[in-house]
């Protein structure tokens, strides 16, 4: 694979990166709809409510990492929520989605904050190993429970 860079996105990359989101959200929400992907990511971006990196090959993107902004009342300072991170299945396996992870990593250190957290698929259990090669483990402290609105949105 030639050098891969790692940049953060802008409305500007949104033809590179809107496809690779879109993919992601077939993969794991099992809909895929370019523009609704697509306008959805130029919002976050727009609104600078997410921070999305995402890495190239000359003019290709490979894959990218959204993150989202949290605050810790307990610790008074920024968490961020990794939400998405996805990589072409052709450049698997070559260290992509590991470079973006540690991007991800750089960025909540550069920024102050207290941590940096991800929800782990249950299909996926490759990835608790993934994670936790970059450091991450399970919470001593708190365990996720969610209350799902999804089938009243969608029924």
Same mark, same amino acid.
């Given at each position: 694979m030639?050098?891969?860079?790692i940049a953060q996105a802008s409305t500007a990359d949104l033809d590179a990166v809107a496809p690779l989101f879109d993919a992601y959200r077939s993969f794991f929400a099992g809909s895929d709809d370019l523009a609704r992907s697509r306008r959805f990511l130029e919002e976050r971006l727009s609104a600078a409510d997410s921070v999305?990196?995402?890495?190239r090959s &000359? /003019?290709? /993107?490979?894959g990218f990492i959204q993150l989202y902004p949290l605050w810790s009342s307990w610790y008074c300072r920024r968490v961020w929520f990794l939400s998405d991170l996805y990589v072409?299945?052709?450049s698997r396996k070559c260290g992509v989605g590991r470079r973006l992870v540690e991007r991800a990593i750089g960025h909540a250190v550069l920024s102050g904050s207290s941590s940096?957290?991800?929800e782990l698929p249950h299909r996926e259990?490759?990835?608790? &190993?993934f994670y936790a090669t970059l450091g991450f483990h399970e919470d001593a402290v708190f365990d996720l429970a969610r209350r799902n609105f999804m089938e009243t949105i969608n029924g």
């Open positions: 030639h050098d891969v860079t999305v990196f995402f890495a &000359e /003019a290709q /993107a490979l072409r299945e052709e940096i957290m991800v259990p490759h990835l608790r &190993e």
